[in-house]
């Protein structure tokens, strides 16, 4: 029984990792412009890498491939969205237009004071 209670919690655990993956994929191809690509990217990425590693680590059923798990986990929540954050300003600082629909460039206005 408790196998069988796993195995589901592991397939709605990759189930959902494919749909944040999915969801970062759609928004790359569908955003329109670098900083929103980016965004989307680095979010729903990162959400959807940490639900399939910790399927991964849940299906193996060891404590070491947990803890491995574990640990990429929070490397890919630490170097994903502040790698995005790096490239977005170094983006900006070389001219990189946003969209015609931005309302507010926040690091146009820190950079003219």
Do not use: N
Request: hydrophobic letters at 50%.
């Amino acid at each position: 029984m408790a196998q069988y209670i796993l195995a589901g919690l592991v397939s709605i655990l990759m189930l959902g990792g494919a749909v944040f993956a999915l969801t970062a994929s759609i928004g790359l191809l569908r955003l329109p412009d670098l900083y929103s690509r980016m965004h989307a990217a680095s979010k729903a990425g990162t959400v959807g890498a940490g639900l399939i590693f910790l399927a991964v680590g849940l299906h193996a059923q060891e404590l070491s491939t947990f803890v491995r798990a574990c640990a990429g986990i929070v490397f890919f929540i630490i170097t994903a969205p502040i790698s995005a954050h790096l490239l977005a300003r170094a983006s900006h600082e070389v001219g990189y237009p946003l969209d015609e629909k931005t309302v507010i460039d926040e690091l146009q206005s820190r950079t003219d004071t």
